[in-house]
């Protein structure tokens, strides 16, 4: 048994391949596990980056289709029923070209409300995108129209899942200073 906070198939399957690694080269399957157990994760892999008046902030290093699918999942089966805001950056040079254009509605299905970053210089429509998901989505030029949204959306208990391999315009700060704002105003 491992206990750990990561989430997603796709490091269930790191940490299968990590045991089987360390096995062949000889470390006990036990002290794999152990070691697993303190696994803090890495880098921008689904790092909460701030919780204000019950709504978490996630940051995820999301760059193709298969990777959001995984997060997303993984996200939703630790939180049930709760709601997940999701925001894209579609970053990558492979999503900018428009390469996973036919893939990446579906990646995103169950988020519960989903906005896109269409910056000005992106090669294809994110409209088709937008119109595919079940959730009700948007897909907007500016990063701190998608911040005025989600903040005005979110409520105790959502989850707001950043996806990006960027910084996406500063987007986590600018979510939890206006979550922060929202907070003060309504406890005042």
């Known amino acids: 048994t491992v206990n750990w906070n990561q989430l997603g198939d796709h490091n269930i399957h790191n940490a299968v391949a990590a045991i089987a690694a360390a096995r062949h080269a000889g470390v006990p399957v036990a002290q794999s596990l152990a070691a697993l157990s303190r696994f803090q994760g890495v880098k921008r892999r689904m790092v909460v980056r701030g919780v204000v008046d019950g709504v978490s902030v996630y940051d995820e290093f999301a760059h193709h289709p298969t990777a959001l699918a995984s997060t997303r999942k993984g996200l939703r089966r630790s939180v049930g029923d709760a709601r997940i805001l999701l925001c894209l950056e579609p970053r990558s040079n492979t999503m900018r070209m428009g390469k996973h254009a036919g893939t990446l509605a579906a990646s995103l299905q169950g988020a519960d409300r989903i906005w896109i970053h269409a910056p000005p210089d992106l090669d294809w429509s994110l ?62």
């Open 127 to 188: 409209d088709a995108v937008a119109r595919a998901v079940e959730a009700p989505a948007a897909v907007l030029p500016s990063v701190d129209t998608i911040v005025s949204e989600v903040v005005a959306e979110a409520r105790s208990g959502d989850y707001i899942l950043v996806m990006s391999n960027g910084a996406f315009g500063g987007i986590h700060d600018k979510l939890l200073g206006g979550l922060q704002a929202c907070n003060e105003r309504t406890s005042s």
